[in-house]
């Protein structure tokens, strides 16, 4: 497997949308591997493609303790979500900075899987937290979208400071990145 390198904010490739997948084959499969690999070495939870530079409809997820029950979202779409919920969020894009924003606590949506079937799931908490993020990538969208424009812009800075030094920002510990 190959490590991939994953964008960070503000690079405007991360504003790019992903396209949806029609060839099921081992180059998908490869790729969803390689996702997934790097997600689990940057000690993430969620990686959509988009993060690393690849503009498709592709995610792959892993909320489990013991980092043994990946899903891959091909194509997903949100139907329905209920019960909006405040949760706070940090991002292999956005590294070392977590910050509260609004999402919905019970979500059902549609994907595909890395063969093409369509599957229907419903999910809740840190699942539907971690799907409706990573949907926001695919369509260009960040978690630092839902701050203020004052706050981006510092996160912006300490980024790319942070990046010149060849160091993280670091600001608290929280138990996962989406």
Known sequence: MTLLNILH?????????????????????????????????????????????????????????????????VNPSIKEKKDLITFEEG???????????????????TYQDLDGVTHTMNAEGLLSVCVQHEIDHLDGKLFVDYISQMKRDRIAKKIKKAELNNTTPSRKNVPYNI
Not at 93 to 108: A, C, D, M, T
């Open 9 to 73: 904010y503000p690079d405007n490739k991360l504003r790019q949308k992903g396209v949806n997948i029609h060839a099921f084959d081992e180059k998908l499969e490869r790729t969803a591997n390689d996702m997934l690999e790097t997600m689990y070495q940057s000690k993430g939870i969620g990686l959509a493609a988009v993060q690393v530079n690849l503009p498709i409809r592709l995610i792959v997820i892993d909320i489990s303790e013991s980092r043994n029950e990946p899903l891959f979202l």
């Open 91 to 109: 991002c292999l894009s956005v590294p070392g900075f977590y910050e509260k924003v609004e999402r919905y606590n019970l979500i059902n949506f």
